[in-house]
Each structure stands twice: as C-alpha cells, then as structure tokens.
C-alpha cells in the first residue's frame, strides 16, 4: 500500500511525496500495513489529490482460476474428467 501526493498539474512536487513502507509519512499522509491515512489539516494546500496505489505480491497471493467469464457465464475452475 502507498500514497502518492498530487499537485493540481498532477504531478509529485518531489520524492517525498511518494508515501510507503520505507517513508511511512508526509504531509499528513501515513501508511502503515494495509491502512492510507490522511489528515486533511496537514495536507498542504497545493496537494490536489493523493492517489492510493495497492500491490500484490503474486508469490505470497498466487492467482486463482476463474470462476466466470466477461459474460457472467460460470465455468469450473477444474476442467472435467476424461470419461
């Protein structure tokens, strides 16, 4: 979990504004864990926006097989046996 802070051009205003386990807190922003906190009395005024990025660590949570298709049609997540 990170926190990015925004100026109204949409961009970082520098490197510190990049919010995560290594730099947990910025201008009001904190992460910690699975948790972005923000205290809007200490967001300075020209950060317009803070963009919460989530990451998924693919070798702790490996993907699951799906269980539907874009059309909503269920499908099995094991193909049937051979009779």
Same mark, same amino acid.
């Given at each position: ?36 906190? &923000? ?8 950060? &317009?926006?803070? &963009? ?32």
């Amino acid at each position: 979990m990170s926190a990015v802070l925004l100026g109204r051009n949409g961009k970082v205003r520098s490197d510190h504004d990049l919010v995560f386990y290594n730099h947990p807190s910025h201008d009001g922003a904190r992460v910690g864990g699975n948790i972005v906190t &923000a205290d809007l009395d200490l967001i300075p005024g020209d950060i &317009a926006t803070i &963009a919460v990025i989530v990451s998924i660590d693919l070798e702790a949570h490996p993907p699951q097989p799906s269980t539907s298709t874009p059309s909503g049609k269920q499908t099995s997540p094991n193909p049937p046996e051979p009779s």
